[in-house]
């Protein structure tokens, strides 16, 4: 299904002259910029890749839009995931804005807050998804519920790969970082139970091992 386009109001309410808000500039690689405008008198925030529009890497940004739009597609009507309004131009990006602090901004997160958390991700990972890119700012407590933000790292896998391996050290790192969030912001430590289900298997050790010597030799040489 085709994610539907639409076109951003400059402003909310009345003084339509306000300008749009950027809330970050994309610095990096493939890195939006991310900006709070308005569609239909309703708060939007806009992913824009357009600065690399006519550039060899368009296409790719363009990929970065379609499948960030898909996943929204199929989060719709959830209340941890944002709306999608649609794409413009296939450069950038609307979805609903949601108020709120980030947890990487909260003074003060309840337990609730990460029980909350930690049951939608469970569902996320029930259905296949993964989020990949989980820290602070990327979760927004409104009124009380954490909304997942950035899904242009999230991955989908089909129904009858979703024991492999990989898939399964994907949602483990998604629970690792929920467990550091809610250790740093409420002291907090896992529960037995939870503690087990992020132990690295030995596989990864190997693995991570493997690399650290790689690296450090490339860095020798």
């Known amino acids: 299904m085709n994610a539907p386009t639409f076109t951003p109001s400059p402003a909310c309410g009345d003084d339509a002259a306000l300008p749009p808000l950027l809330l970050k500039r994309g610095e990096r690689f493939l890195e939006p910029d991310v900006y709070r405008t308005c569609f239909d008198g309703q708060p939007a925030v806009v992913k824009d890749y357009t600065r690399y529009r006519g550039t060899p890497v368009s296409l790719l940004a363009r990929v970065l839009v379609r499948h960030e739009a898909h996943m929204l597609q199929r989060l719709s009507g959830w209340e941890h995931a944002p709306a999608l309004l649609g794409t413009i131009g296939g450069l950038a990006l609307g979805m609903e804005y949601i108020p709120g602090q980030t947890l990487s901004t909260a003074q003060a997160v309840g337990g609730e807050v990460f029980e909350q958390l930690q049951q939608a991700l469970d569902r996320l990972h029930a259905a296949g998804i993964t989020h990949n890119d989980l ?12 909304v997942l933000l950035d899904f242009t790292s999230a991955w989908r896998t089909p129904r009858w790969l979703r024991r492999n391996p990989i898939t399964r050290q994907l949602s483990r790192s998604d629970l690792k970082n929920l467990v550091k969030m809610r ?22 050790a190997v693995v991570r091992r493997g690399w650290k010597r790689f690296y450090a030799w490339a860095k020798r040489v």
């Open 135 to 146: 820290h602070g700012t990327n979760v927004v407590v409104s009124a009380g519920v954490p």
């Open 183 to 204: 250790q740093r912001l409420t002291g907090q430590r896992p529960s037995a139970a939870l503690a087990a289900r992020v132990a690295d298997p030995g596989w990864v």
